[in-house]
């Protein structure tokens, strides 16, 4: 078990863009989901409680958030 979150970008963020960054280590453990900018690595973190995130995700996958 590790309290360090393990930091990473989706493989669709290629286009160097505007991209996101989870550690998803850190659900099983911590019940918690960080999120950050991926430019900028030592700015704020969002911490998503795992069930918020996965109701995210699961919404996206589901394009019930739009396109814009």
Known sequence: ???EPRWR???YSSNGGD???VAVNLAAFHGLV???DSKNPRGPVLNASAA???SFVAGVKAGELGTA
């Open 1 to 3: 078990m590790t309290n």
């Open 9 to 11: 970008k989706s493989s």
């Open 19 to 21: 991209c996101i960054e």
């Open 34 to 36: 960080p999120v950050r």
């Open 52 to 54: 918020s995130f996965a």
